[in-house]
């Protein structure tokens, strides 16, 4: 990657992130980082960033999230 994607990378992560901070949306600094990175490597270059350990990650990071959701909601449901 050259400088100018570095900079977008960053740039856009940084954007999003104030964003959803001023309307209270969780959202994870790494999350944000790594989707625009794979978003400009993509973008630039098909053969520079190979797309199927971007699935993963996306996969991962839904999966996290029900998997965190039913845990949480157990956890309440037996404590209350």
């Known amino acids: 990657m050259r400088y100018i994607n570095s900079l977008t990378t960053q740039l856009v992560s940084v954007i999003l992130v104030e964003g959803a901070t001023i309307f209270g949306i ?4 790494t999350q944000m ?29 839904f999966i996290t999230a029900l998997v965190s959701f039913v845990l949480a909601f157990s956890l309440v449901y037996l404590l209350v």
Do not use: C, E, H
């Open 33 to 61: 980082f790594t989707a625009s990175i794979y978003g400009v490597g993509i973008g630039y270059k098909d053969r520079l960033i190979k797309k199927k350990p971007a699935i993963i990650i996306v996969l991962t990071w």
């Open 26 to 29: 969780p959202i994870s600094n």
